[in-house]
Nanobody, 118 residues
Framework: QVQLVESGGGLVQPGGSLRLSCAVS????????MGWYRQAPGKSREWVAR???????VYAESVKGRFTISRDNAKNTVYLQMNSLKPGDAAVYYC????????????WGQGTQVIVSS
């Protein structure tokens, strides 16, 4: 069974950095599209970034230039490097595998919380 497990969240001061990891199990990560979403309290879940292939990446305007999505297929892991964090980036971050990427279904991780506060 496919599972996505996020880690790396925590408390960081504004301007700081965090790197989130999404470990994939139950499937082989190669060059399938994978993404990150986030959901702040009282808000809808929003798309953050997507990687397709080895290095083709797309970002939401709100994080462009500050966040970097990447993958390490040898480790079956997708990353989200977050720099210059702002209070508005605080949310639960979810790893996402769209339908037909790791299987017929789409998959979500359980989420990892990011708190940006001084």
């Amino acid at each position: 069974q496919v599972q996505l497990v996020e880690s790396g969240g925590g408390l960081v001061q504004p301007g700081g950095s965090l790197r989130l990891s999404c470990a994939v199990s139950g499937s082989i990560l190669s060059f399938q599209p994978m993404g990150w979403y986030r959901q702040a309290p009282g808000k809808s879940r929003e798309w953050v970034a997507r990687i397709t292939g080895a290095t083709s990446t797309v970002y939401a305007e709100s994080v462009k230039g500050r966040f970097t999505i990447s993958r390490d297929n040898a480790k079956n892991t997708v990353y989200l490097q977050m720099n210059s964090l702002k209070p508005g980036d605080a949310a639960v971050y979810y790893c996402h595998a769209p339908r037909f990427s790791l299987g017929r279904e789409e998959y979500w991780g359980q989420g990892t919380q990011v708190i940006v506060s001084s």
